[in-house]
């Protein structure tokens, strides 16, 4: 794609239309992504967007885009679900689903889509399926990219964010020109709360209870695929352009 897709249509919702539109593919793919914090998804995301002319159509820069809008700009669902948020509730299957169909025109954009975020529960799974079958839509694959846990560990454990500028910076892939200070703006880098080793291993345990159900889900409609998350962010991509070949 020349010009990269706004996605307007996708976080704005409503009525919103996107500034350019992408171009039809040769064969347009719609997947879901899988993997837990770590392994690298979203930089796959990025890539296989690039690659494929495909939406990158996540649920969280959804509520990122929303902070930066007008309230009156949100639509129903949207506003539902931070109500939830900010009382530090889940939002419910019902609101998430609803939130997605008031955007279903992206799940039938002509270059494809890359859903990451969502599905997250089996529920949402079902959901999702029953609105992709009333819209004549078949998923292609589900991606889920997987990496032992000491690897995740060392991956997030390493991470040193910097207060000021929110730039973040890795004690061995990616480190500061001066231990500790931050490039950028040269505030003092720390590792946060939810970067220790024993916060790691407490989201782990949450996300394989969340997500193993989900994976059996597609696994049983011969749909997830998985990717070893190992390696350069290149050699991940790599390996996920071949197991698309296949599919």
């Not at 919103?16 to 064969?27: D, F, M, T, V, W």
């Not at 025109?105 to 002509?110: D, P, V």
């Not at 590792?191 to 997500?211: C, F, G, H, N, W």
Request: glycine share 8%.
């Amino acid at each position: 794609m020349e010009t990269k897709n706004d996605r307007a249509a996708w976080l704005m919702g409503g009525t919103a239309q996107c500034s350019e539109a992408p171009q039809k593919p040769i064969l347009a793919r719609r997947l879901v992504l899988l993997g837990a914090p770590g392994v690298g998804k979203g930089t796959q995301a990025e890539f296989l967007c690039e690659r494929l002319g495909a939406c990158h159509l996540s649920t969280g820069d959804i509520f990122r885009a929303a902070k930066t809008q007008d309230p009156c700009q949100r639509t129903p669902a949207l506003t539902a679900a931070l109500d939830y948020m900010k009382k530090g509730e889940l939002v419910p299957d019902e609101t998430v689903l609803a939130m997605v169909s008031e955007r279903v025109a992206c799940l039938r954009c002509q270059g494809g889509f890359l859903l990451d975020g969502f599905p997250r529960t089996v529920a949402q799974a079902e959901a999702l399926e029953r609105l992709l079958e009333s819209e004549g839509i078949q998923l292609d694959a589900v991606l889920s990219y997987e990496l032992p846990l000491d690897q995740i560990i060392s991956r997030l454990s390493g991470r040193r964010t910097c207060p000021g500028c929110k730039a973040v910076f890795h004690v061995d892939a990616l480190p500061p020109k001066v231990q500790g200070v931050c490039d950028h703006c040269g505030g003092k880098l720390y590792q946060r709360e939810d970067d220790r080793p024993e916060s790691i291993r407490v989201r782990m345990e949450a996300y394989e209870k969340l997500t193993s159900p989900l994976a059996q889900f597609y696994r049983s409609r011969n749909l997830l695929v998985s990717i070893l998350a190992h390696g350069t962010p290149e050699e991940i991509f790599s390996r996920t352009m071949a197991t698309l070949r296949t599919q």
